[in-house]
């Protein structure tokens, strides 16, 4: 591993100060992704800013109902938080469809939203990747993409984005805080990530320097019924193939409010706008949800060896969407 140097930021602004400062820096969070790159070569920084003991680690409810989780939360402790569990049970499920116990011990909030991609290419520095090396190719596309994209994919990259909790998120209309050289922003959650298009190096729309201080969940989503599921190859302690997030509020029969996210299929958490306008004022059935998903994932373009992807994420969130409705009627 290439030598580094580590300075401990005590608040968000010496944290951004002193990335400014050292010239190929890093923030570290729990590290259980950054550490692990740095091993392959991958990420060579040439300082860590560590961030994971700010005061960034708390979870406060605002004034205004929402919830705000600061950036240096742990998921394990996120994933128990009361309020967490209560008001946004999608949000805690993903959280512990995650790693493992250890690892959810060390990974924080923001260093989850920024984890990289795990595509085989983009980990071993011998392989073409147009994600770490910009314009050497991709091995993917034509090579072994069993996990891989089927929306939203380029030429360029065919990668997918590997946070569960992300994808609670974006169901979830929740905002990314963060604070910059600019000063303080928010974006939302379902539009943090990015597609790949021409520029894959580029995960999401983070500025340069910028620090994620929290996440905000509304007060709009608190309390509605939601849920999470997730398709994988072991029963823990791996990857999404296909996951979705549900946000349902039925009133009368018919669909008040959907939140549908799915995990795994894109280079970013893949919010199904055209299944949710589908849903909204129709009925909460389940030839409905079936029809409002097919809607969304016709615009599915699978690879040579990932096509199986499609039909399972139809019937994740169908099933996800025909379970929460009994519990979503008002
Ligand atoms: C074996 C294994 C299995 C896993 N399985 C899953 C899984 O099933 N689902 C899943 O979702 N995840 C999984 N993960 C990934 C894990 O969730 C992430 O490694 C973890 O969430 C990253 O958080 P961290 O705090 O350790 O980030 P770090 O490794 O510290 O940092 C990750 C990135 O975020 C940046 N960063 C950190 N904090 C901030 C901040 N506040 N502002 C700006 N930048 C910041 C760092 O510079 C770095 O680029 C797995 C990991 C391993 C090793
Ligand atoms: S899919 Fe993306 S991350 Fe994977 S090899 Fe291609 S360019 Fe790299």
Not at 152 to 162: D, K, L, M, Q
Not at 186 to 198: E, I, K, N, T
């Amino acid at each position: 591993m290439k030598p580094f140097g580590y300075v401990r930021a005590a608040s968000v602004e010496e944290a951004t100060e002193a990335f400014a400062a050292h010239p190929g820096a890093r923030y570290l969070g729990g590290g259980t992704n950054l550490v692990d790159l740095m091993k392959l070569g991958v990420e060579r920084p040439a300082v860590l800013v560590d961030v994971s003991r700010l005061p960034l680690d708390v979870v406060e409810e605002l004034p205004d109902g929402s919830l705000r989780v600061g950036a240096a939360v742990r998921n394990s402790d996120l994933a128990a938080h009361p309020m967490a569990r209560d008001r946004y049970p999608a949000l805690s499920q993903a959280l512990l469809a995650g790693a493992s116990g250890q690892l959810r011990n060390a990974a924080t909030t923001g260093g989850n939203l920024l984890q990289r991609t795990r595509c085989p290419y983009f980990q071993d520095v011998s392989k073409p990747c147009n994600k770490r090396e910009p314009g050497s190719g991709c091995g993917a596309r034509d090579g072994v993409h069993r996990d891989h994209a089927v929306l939203g994919h380029s030429e360029r990259c065919v990668a997918t984005h590997p946070s569960d909790m992300a994808v609670a998120l974006a169901a979830l209309d929740a905002r990314v805080e963060l604070y910059g050289e600019q000063g303080a922003r928010s974006v939302p959650a379902a539009a943090f990530h990015r597609l790949p298009g021409q520029h894959p190096e580029r995960d999401t729309e983070i500025r340069p320097g910028e620090l994620i201080t929290s996440v905000v969940l509304p007060a709009a989503t608190a309390g509605l019924p939601s849920a999470y599921r997730k398709a994988r190859d072991r029963a823990s302690y791996a990857f999404a193939l296909a996951s979705v997030a549900v946000v349902l509020r039925v009133s009368d029969g018919v669909v008040a409010h959907a939140g549908i996210a799915f995990g795994a299929l894109a280079h970013r958490p893949w919010r199904a706008q055209r299944a949710e306008e589908a849903l909204l004022g129709g009925p909460a059935t389940p030839d409905a949800f079936a029809r409002a998903v097919d809607l969304e994932l016709a615009a599915a373009e699978p690879l040579r060896d990932n096509g199986y992807k499609v039909p399972l994420a139809r019937n994740i969130a169908v099933d996800v969407l025909t379970r929460l409705a009994p519990a979503a009627a008002t």
